[in-house]
């Protein structure tokens, strides 16, 4: 029973001495430490300063030179893209300062991104594209803040509001905001719808076979005469587009100015369907007649 109770006392010894041991190796590291801590700390604190400063910096300067453009009255994708562009350096910049404040040595991160250089340049492949891009459409100019483009690769389409260094943002008639990559709208083709001050209205609308055909381009072309958004000094025209299955396709094609284009097409197509239900012209739906020939007996 007494050596029980000795094993016992021993270990809880034990244990107590380990636990003494622990204590003091953990005061010892802070003790050795804390001046390292401190100091860190005093960087941390000095980082955040830098950034409140920088930031300030920053901010600043993108104002200043927003403002010289306005003054110099610059094209907007050009101050809209050179903001964007001052942005993305000058917070690399603020980075790169705060990094070394923290003790990280520049060298050591030069060296991992030559190390990694392959892989790098494959990740920033597309970002530079983009980059490029962008540069090449404050330089050629097929579009500007304002017109209304349509991406012919993928038919996004909208009126241009923003062009930053690496996207370009579009707002459509629904009041959606499309971005792309300045990339892709420099790498396939584009259509400027508002490069010009005209734009052509183009329809073609269906007409059943057994429905008056003159009636109806009679009907088409006083509808153009009337409509006061047509430009009647252009050339305009009602013509029969081609002879389809189950109707016969009639084609409009005439002038408007390009900022009346949607609502004179809506105005009209509303219009055309009206007057041909009054004047008895069937526009007909996609149908297929049958014809059963009985056998002989």
Known sequence: MESTTEIIQE????????????????????????????????????????????????????????????RRDADQGVRQFTDSFLKFLLYTILMIIIA????????????????????????????????????QILLLKPFVVGDYIIEDTNKNEGTVKEIQVFYTKLTTVENKTIVIPNGTLTNNSLTNVTAKAERQLDLKLGISYESDLKKAKKLLEEMLLQNEHILKEEDWKVFVDSLGDSAVILGIRAWVKTEEYWQTRWDLLEEIKLTFDKEGIEIPYNQMTVHVKNGQE
């Open 11 to 70: 270990s809880a010894e034990a244990s107590m001495n380990e636990v003494e041991a622990n204590v003091s190796g953990l005061v010892q590291y802070l003790q050795d430490h804390i001046p390292d801590m401190v100091s860190f700390g005093i960087r941390l604190l000095i980082a955040l300063l830098i950034f409140l400063i920088g930031r300030f910096l920053i901010r600043w300067i993108r104002k200043s030179v927003s403002n010289s453009f306005i």
């Open 100 to 135: 070394a404040n923290l003790g990280i040595e520049l060298s050591s991160i030069t060296m991992l991104f030559a190390s990694a250089g392959v892989g790098i340049s494959l990740a920033l492949q597309g970002t530079l594209s983009n980059l490029a891009g962008g540069v």
